[in-house]
């Protein structure tokens, strides 16, 4: 799977993915990332990207016509399996349900939104999607660009070894839907500052630790998760 991103920052990109399960999955050429910079989109001698909003207001919004033209030459066709995404605190929440719709694709554009805004014809016109990875709004789409490859390329076949995808399917409620969360878990010393592993993990009795990290992991989604209990009785 190739993964476009278009930034004015494409250096922001040179570290995230060296490591762990994305930089195994470039070196093994599952994953291809090409960053671009916007700015070799622009005519005029300044490489201009902003400008003010019409209608007044504060700060600047990236413009339309560098953003079209890079998508156009970046995907110089149009497929159903080729996907532009526009990264935005705007955006539909990003979750693992888009993950897995993304990974169905082979090309993914993500642009990364700036400064106060993107001019909305490239979330009308050019973007199949615009996506948010939180309420909060961060300074650019660049760590929101990261975070989407990182939760696609897991996905993707052969990216997890087999050790870890068995892990991810049996563990990892999330990655089927929204549900319960994940159950603690505790590894060695089973004392630490005088704070004990439950006992009943250290029991070898199967069915009884089935049963606790299933109540574990209820009672933990209930207080820190309320509403996707809610989503489950829906
Ligand atoms: N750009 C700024 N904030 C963002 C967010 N929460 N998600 C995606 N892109 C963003």
């Not at 799977?1 to 494409?10: A, D, E, Q, S, Y």
């Not at 470039?26 to 019409?54: M, Y």
């Amino acid at each position: 799977m190739v993964f476009h991103v278009l930034t004015i920052f494409p250096e922001f990109f040179r570290g995230p993915f060296e490591h762990g399960v994305v930089g195994r999955a470039i070196e093994s050429g599952k994953v291809r990332i090409a960053v671009h910079n916007l700015r070799d989109w622009t005519s005029d001698r300044h490489k201009t990207v902003d400008d003010r909003p019409f209608g007044g207001g504060e700060g600047m919004l990236l413009k339309a016509e560098p953003i079209f033209l890079a998508a156009e030459s970046i995907f110089q066709e149009r497929r159903p399996d080729r996907k532009v995404v526009l990264l935005s605190p705007q955006g539909k929440l990003f979750d693992q349900a888009a993950a897995r719709r993304l990974s169905e694709a082979a090309e993914v554009l993500l642009i990364c939104g700036r400064y106060e805004g993107v001019d909305e014809r490239v979330a009308g016109y050019l973007a199949h999607e615009e996506l948010s990875i939180g309420d909060y709004v961060l300074s650019g789409g660049e760590l929101a660009a990261a975070v989407v490859i990182d939760a696609v390329a897991r996905l993707l076949p052969g990216v997890l070894g087999n050790e870890e995808s068995a892990l991810r399917e049996s563990f990892s409620a999330l990655e089927h839907g929204p549900g319960v969360l994940d159950c603690p878990q505790y590894t060695r010393p089973a004392e630490f500052r005088g704070w004990k592993v439950p006992e009943v993990l250290l029991s070898g009795n199967h069915e009884q630790i089935r049963r606790w990290r299933l109540e574990a992991a209820l009672e933990k989604t209930a207080r820190l998760r309320p509403e996707l209990l809610e989503k489950l009785k829906n």
